[in-house]
């Protein structure tokens, strides 16, 4: 049931709107990646960018790409069909295709990574200020619904939806500026215009989720309103979350060589969603993991850390030892990798160290060896027991001449963030990422990063 209160809850905007505010935001002159599959919201983003520009004489470069994921026998035929739509509208189109064999299990995510690769890959090269997608608000709607349907959700951060701008791979920004507009309105401006574009099947295959939430959503205005000001509470709720959790970092965080986090325990007298927030991301980062504890987890730590006692327990591969005014974090000993590099190569080493061998030769990346000496080198200011622990999660690399000559090049992630970073959480990441000696994060090409509707 809608809340009396939201009745009064922004409306979606326009289609031309939103385009338009995004170019009002959009540092100039910029050449803009559109990735368009064809469907009718990425042809809408794409016509509307076109025409916006041109009447707003804004100084933009439009280049289209179409990942073509050739999972369908058709989907060649749709690309190229793209590709004459662009061309009609004097748009530079570019299709790049998966190729290679399909994974058996997790299509649907692997397809994705791989439309994000590939959308980065072809924006690098082209020198793109920014790629942007035809998400609209009834994909966001639909986004939210599957996450609330699932259990444990009540309160959870995934409530905020979509982040408007993403940062990708750490190296280019992604933006929805359709995202407040309604796929309707996007369509009828396309048939208005007399531009078909292509259903995609899977919308209403019921093997999948989004098609079966969609197949039985009503979004009537009133309810439209009702979701903009539920997920408009969210997104503020969550990024709330992360700059109070960065700022709990800066008065209270030390991080020892990005793989030991060191915490005052007076942290624990701020608010407990804060600092839970706080420690969920933490704990991604020592553990090497692109996502927080579970729900069940972080409760199990809150309880311990609520005794106020000495102890220790294990969450998400990292190990939480609290001391009478300290809590330290750090990686737990067990599954540490041994990865083999070939010359050339480069790896992800246990989620939390990009490793590239520019040696001639293969190098043999595993856990360094249990040797107090060197551990109590590396880490002088902890304790002889975490300090071991901590030095045994560095990676070592064998040939060490290798490494002596300075031939294997060593750089910490941020396994939250390096892949992708929403806007909600760049303050928190950005707090993160100086404590681990990192350098900054690029700068979104967008003045703002989404006004308020």
Request: glycine residues 6%; hydrophobic residues 45%; charged residues 25%.
């Amino acid at each position: 049931m809608i809340d009396p209160a939201q009745a009064h809850a922004p409306s979606p905007l326009p289609p031309v709107e939103a385009i338009e505010r995004f170019l009002v935001d959009l540092a100039k002159p910029a050449r803009i990646l559109v990735a368009v599959s064809g469907g009718s919201d990425s042809l809408g983003l794409l016509f509307l960018l076109q025409r916006c520009a041109a009447t707003c004489k804004t100084p933009v470069d439009l280049l289209a790409v179409t990942i073509d994921h050739a999972l369908r026998p058709q989907s060649a035929v749709e690309a190229r069909e793209v590709s004459r739509i662009c061309q009609s509208l004097a748009i530079r189109h570019i299709t790049d295709r998966w190729e290679g064999v399909k994974p058996a299990s997790g299509l649907s995510a692997a397809a994705r990574e791989a439309r994000y690769d590939r959308l980065c890959r072809v924006a690098l090269t082209e020198q793109a200020s920014l790629i942007v997608t035809g998400h609209t608000l009834d994909d966001q709607i639909e986004t939210v619904l599957m996450r609330a349907g699932r259990p444990g959700s009540e309160g959870s951060i995934g409530l905020a939806g979509m982040a408007p701008s993403v940062l990708v791979n750490r190296s280019i920004w992604l933006h929805r500026p359709l995202l407040s507009a309604r796929r309707q309105a996007i369509r009828d401006c396309l048939s208005t215009a007399g531009i078909g574009w292509i259903e995609d099947p899977s919308n209403t295959d019921p093997r999948f989720e989004r098609a079966r939430i969609r197949a039985g959503l009503t979004l009537d205005d009133e309810a439209v309103r009702g979701h903009i000001a539920q997920i408009s509470k969210a997104s503020a709720m969550r990024e709330g979350l992360s700059m109070a959790a960065a700022h709990l970092f800066e008065q209270h965080l030390t991080l020892h060589r990005g793989v030991a986090a060191e915490l005052f325990t007076d942290m624990l007298q701020a608010d407990e969603a804060v600092w839970m927030h706080a420690l969920s991301a933490l704990t991604s980062v020592i553990g090497g993991r692109s996502y927080g504890p579970s729900r069940d987890s972080l409760a199990r730590l809150a309880d311990f850390l609520a005794t106020g006692r000495p102890g220790r327990m294990t969450v998400g591969r990292v190990v939480f030892d609290r001391r009478r005014d300290r809590l330290y974090l750090v990686r737990e000993s067990r599954n540490l990798p041994e990865l083999a590099i070939a010359a050339g190569g480069t790896v992800a080493w246990d989620g939390r160290f990009s490793l590239e061998n520019v040696n001639d030769g293969e190098v043999v990346i595993r856990p360094c060896p249990a040797d107090r000496a060197a551990a109590s080198a590396a880490f002088p200011t902890l304790p002889g027991s975490l300090a071991l622990q901590a030095y045994r999660s560095l990676p070592d690399i064998i040939p060490q001449e290798m490494a002596a000559n300075g031939r294997t090049w060593v750089r910490p992630l941020l396994a939250p963030y390096d892949r992708f970073l929403p806007q909600f959480d760049l303050k928190l990441a950005v707090s993160l990422a100086k404590q681990a000696g990192l350098d900054e994060f690029p700068p979104s090409p967008l003045n703002v990063f989404m006004r308020k509707t």
